[in-house]
């Protein structure tokens, strides 16, 4: 197969309760598009307003999250003693680093210019979208380097990358076409060729 690089963002906790669910294997396109306008909507003027969309899709995402967790436990195949508490708080909290940090610095590197008041913004944004998921404050950075540091600290703690991490990264990576809805086969091929190296 072909090497993921994302697999190493794709925890191995933490990836568990979207391969317990099948929320992504065999979705991911349709995931892609409901992430996609959750963020849109999120930055919209006024996207977290209590009547905005943005803050109705983060709520939601809450109960969801707060289904699948319950929906886990419940159930005989879910291992607390090696896993831990699925979508835990520690969890929820690397995301929302993922979702705004690691995508400013990804930009960063393709040579996008950002001011420090867009990254403030943009982190910020992140912030109270952390504090609707319900995420403990202490989880909840508030600068790029505790951003950063959060990220280190739960790798350490993490299992390495497995197979189900590598299946989900490769079911992100191939759902690219769909998600552009390419119809043509040889453009889509392409595309996921693209996508490797600038996710590395």
């Not at 960063?108 to 008041?117: A, N």
């Not at 990264?169 to 190296?197: I, T, W």
């Amino acid at each position: 197969g072909i090497h993921c690089p994302m697999a190493r963002a794709t925890a191995a906790t933490a990836n568990k309760p979207l391969a317990f669910t099948g929320a992504l294997l065999g979705q991911t396109a349709h995931r892609y598009a409901q992430t996609t306008r959750f963020v849109i909507d999120t930055f919209m003027p006024g996207g977290l307003a209590r009547d905005a969309d943005g803050f109705k899709i983060a709520v939601l995402v809450r109960i969801r999250h707060a289904r699948v967790r319950r929906q886990l436990l419940q159930s005989d195949a879910w291992d607390t003693d090696a896993l831990g508490i699925p979508v835990n708080q520690a969890h929820l909290a690397v995301n929302t680093v993922f979702l705004s940090f690691y995508v400013l610095r990804g930009l960063q590197r393709l040579g996008v210019r950002f001011r420090r008041s867009e990254v403030e913004g943009v982190l910020l944004t992140w912030r109270y979208v952390g504090h609707l998921f319900g995420i403990n404050p202490e989880f909840v950075y508030t600068s790029p380097e505790e951003a950063e540091r959060l990220v280190q600290v739960a790798f350490s703690v993490e299992f390495d990358p497995d197979e189900t991490s590598k299946a989900l990264c490769l079911a992100m990576m191939e759902a690219g076409p769909a998600y552009m809805n390419l119809g043509n086969a040889r453009l889509g091929r392409h595309f996921v060729r693209m996508l490797y190296p600038i996710s590395r």
